[in-house]
């Protein structure tokens, strides 16, 4: 089983709601990952998560705030945010093998729609 | 800043025809990946290759690694109108640890 799981597939909220993202994986991997990918362009990468515990935060505002509560499951709480930030938010795993040998394994993501 | 220049940005080709997609670097990567991806879903992975040299095959798809570790290709023998969609390089740079680096992808439309 090779599947990351991602709830909900589509959200739209206004500025002032708060909403979290989900992720799900059952594969028995210790890194976490949360990308934002907007049109046409790659996925960029905004936080990391290894063994549980935060270890990749690029820079992203504090309106995104993740979370993860044990080694299969991993949140995004959203809030606050700007129309801006209506992108495909996507959620990926990897072994943490070590050795730059990782692969990791995408979601199918949140479609997020901020009015 | 570690790029991976990826060529070319738009193909279209008759069904049945071959192409090739390049993914070049400077620097060298401890591993690459290819995904594919449809529009409003997930990259899905196609392959990992990790050493120099290598080279994969995945039914009509044939996945290069330069013996330097600093480019890859991707070959589709005969393309199929099901072939077509975004197909994204990604790397592991030497010492990058857990991030990747992406390659702008290639839209890839196959007609019948």
């Known amino acids: 089983d090779t599947e990351v799981t991602q709830t909900p597939k589509h959200l739209v909220m206004g500025m002032t709601n708060k909403k979290s993202l989900k992720c799900e994986q059952h594969m028995g991997h210790r890194a976490m990952y949360w990308y934002k990918q907007k049109a046409k362009k790659p996925p960029e990468l905004m936080f990391v998560?290894?063994?549980?515990?935060?270890?990749i935060n690029e820079s992203v505002p504090s309106r995104f705030s993740p979370e993860c509560p044990n080694s299969s499951l991993l949140n995004l709480h959203l809030h606050a945010l700007q129309p801006e930030d209506s992108a495909l938010y996507l959620c990926?795993?990897?072994?943490?093998?070590?050795?730059?040998?990782?692969?990791?394994?995408f979601g199918p993501g949140t479609r997020l729609t901020v009015l | 800043t570690q790029l991976l220049e990826q060529s070319p940005q738009f193909l279209s080709i008759q069904e049945g025809e071959n192409l090739t997609v390049y993914c070049n670097s400077s620097s060298v990567f401890s591993s690459l990946q290819w995904y594919r991806q449809e529009p409003g879903e997930g990259p899905v992975l196609l392959v990992t290759?990790?050493?120099?040299?290598e080279v994969k095959k995945l039914k009509r798809l044939t996945f290069q690694f330069g013996d330097a570790r600093k480019d890859s290709s991707l070959h589709i023998t005969a393309a199929q109108p099901g072939d077509t969609g975004l197909y994204l390089c990604a790397g592991t740079p030497l010492g990058g640890a857990q991030k990747l680096v992406f390659g702008q992808g290639t839209r890839l439309t196959i007609n019948p």
């Open positions: 990926a795993s990897s072994p943490q093998q070590g050795g730059g040998r990782d692969t990791q394994y």
């Open positions: 290759v990790v050493t120099g040299g």
């Open positions: 998560y290894s063994y549980e515990k935060l270890s």
